[in-house]
């Protein structure tokens, strides 16, 4: 069963690929790493504030070619992300037990209750991320430059824990998301047991809307 398209998974390759290493960057440099290149900084043989700089440029427009060319797509992903249904809580209840057995309440959305409240909150984390990080490229000093770096930082404290779970989760090493990662690699295609474990409702659409035969 295919989760996502082509498009859907290159463009979350390229995403994960940039904030993974503007996250690497950034931590060296609230370390105070800054006079000493970190192994990213030596292997593109550049300074790791121009690294970070750069990388966050690639990720503003990576974030707006995803936004124009797919706009049918985000007001899914939003709509989907934004909705409440009746039986969540139950689903979050049950949910730290279910990484291990699997055995998730029942839903019916295109994303789990899980996914949705951490769509919203790493979307409006990094959103805050890249409108500070511009804001500090354009500046220079300033007290409106010393805000922005607060929030950038403390921004980057809140999303970084968001992103090393979804990770963890993404990865299928916990039993009740296993398999899971092909969703988003070698095709994107998901294994239907793994599917109806996971948005059984979705699943069960795609299999009631496949073509015959």
Partial sequence: MERNDRRTRWLHAAVYLTVLVLLATGWWLIAGREGTPS????????????????????????????????????RTFVAESLRWRPGDARWLVRWPRAVFTGRFAHHDGHFDPGQRLLNVVMVVGLAVL???????????GGPVFAVLDRVHRWATYVVTPLIAG????????????????????????LDPEVARRLWPAWAERENRDRPPG
Wanted: aromatic share 6%; charged share 10%.
């Fill in 39 to 74: 192994p990213l900084a030596t292997l593109f043989g550049t300074p790791d504030t121009t690294l970070h700089r750069g990388v966050g440029w690639v990720l503003a427009v990576l974030i707006l070619i995803g936004v124009v060319l797919g706009r049918k797509g985000v």
């Fill in 130 to 140: 890249v409108g500070t990080g511009l804001g500090l490229v354009l500046l220079h």
């Fill in 166 to 189: 979804h990770v963890l989760v993404a990865s299928g090493v916990l039993p009740g998301y296993r398999g899971v990662w092909r969703s988003m690699h070698l095709g994107g295609r």
